[in-house]
């Protein structure tokens, strides 16, 4: 082989292999702030102005910013903003940590902001955290996000599955408690504590709970919510399932408007989805960052709950990334801006 030959070859490779390493970084370096303000606009923007493909990209920016953090940074980030030391208006340091504190802020505006003159408004807050709003009532399911005690003054009341610290806001349920509002959970003796299937009655809405099994040997320990209102168009009921794993422990007594169910690493979940055979449904558990990430550890992105799901070509299945509402077709919602 001539000299000259080799030259161009080597060449050839040395660009090639240059390029692979533009794309690998492109595609591994995290996003920039404006990147993920991007990312943020589109997300919790109008559902119709963006087309599902641009809600993957965004969500990929979104789970590409958490890919190196490591779950005590963000515990300990929760943590003091959840404390009296947090400054406020913090706006969290950059990354993903501060998309979680635009979106969660976001959404606690809104909250505050909207009427619903009729039908149902919710906001998937983090994790398995909801917030629903009615004409008649507001009251939160789940709720964990930074400064979490400011949806006090919103809420009529509030449910918690479970003790983990992925499901409740230790500041928020004080709040609660402080304002004399209900609060169900399975540990704090100042809340209501059902001892097995009970049935609650706040305002309007009648809150039926059983029990689900978070794991295996761990039977019984997840409240599981069917919660039903009127909101002006009609009957709805919503089956909120926490952290429960177990199929056949999901028997809700109506038929379902409102499934939320997690996720689990058990392909079945998917099938529960159906047999419970709701109008829509959110399945959610989705980028803990509590947890390490995929394969290492549950984190799963947003974009593995779709497609596990089938999203979008599955009727009624969504998947809601934090901060986002959604409104029940029909619904009259008037936003303060
Ligand atoms: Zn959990």
Request: net charge negative.
């Amino acid at each position: 082989m001539s000299a000259f030959i080799q030259d161009t070859r080597s060449a050839t490779a040395a660009a090639a292999k240059a390029t692979a390493l533009q794309v690998v970084d492109m595609l591994t370096r995290p996003p920039s702030d404006e990147e993920l303000d991007a990312a943020r606009q589109l997300l919790l923007g109008r559902r119709d102005a963006a087309s599902h493909d641009h809600r993957r990209l965004a969500m990929g920016l979104v789970e590409r910013a958490a890919a190196r953090m490591a779950p005590r940074q963000y515990s300990e980030f929760m943590e003091a903003a959840d404390s009296d030391a947090a400054p406020d208006g913090s706006r969290g340091p950059p990354g993903v940590l501060r998309y979680l504190v635009e979106t969660t802020d976001s959404a606690a505006s809104a909250i505050h902001g909207t009427v619903v003159e009729s039908g149902l408004a919710l906001w998937h807050i983090y994790n398995m955290g909801y917030v629903f709003k009615t004409p008649t009532l507001c009251f939160g399911v789940d709720v964990k996000m930074p400064d979490a005690k400011r949806l006090a003054s919103s809420l009529d009341f509030l449910l918690v599955s479970h003790e983990h610290v992925d499901h409740r806001s230790p500041r928020l349920l004080e709040a609660m408690l402080a304002d004399g509002k209900p609060v169900i959970t399975n540990w704090d003796e100042r809340t209501i504590v059902p001892n097995g299937a009970q049935t609650c009655r706040f305002g309007d809405a009648t809150v039926k709970i059983t029990l689900g099994d978070h794991g295996l040997g761990r039977t019984d320990t997840v409240l599981m919510f069917q919660i039903e209102c009127n909101c002006g168009l009609g009957d709805i009921v919503i089956y909120h399932t926490g952290d429960c794993v177990r199929p056949r422990k999901m028997r809700p007594d109506r038929p379902v408007t409102i499934f939320i169910p997690r996720l689990t690493p058990d392909p079945r979940v998917e099938r529960e989805v159906r047999q419970v055979g709701a109008e829509y449904a959110f399945p959610s558990h989705a980028m803990e960052l509590g947890h390490r990430r995929m394969p290492f550890g549950l984190r799963w992105p947003w974009s593995v709950v779709c497609d596990r799901f089938g999203v979008p070509a599955a009727d009624g299945i969504d998947v809601l990334t934090w901060g986002e509402r959604w409104g029940l077709p029909g619904s009259r919602l008037v936003t303060a801006d």
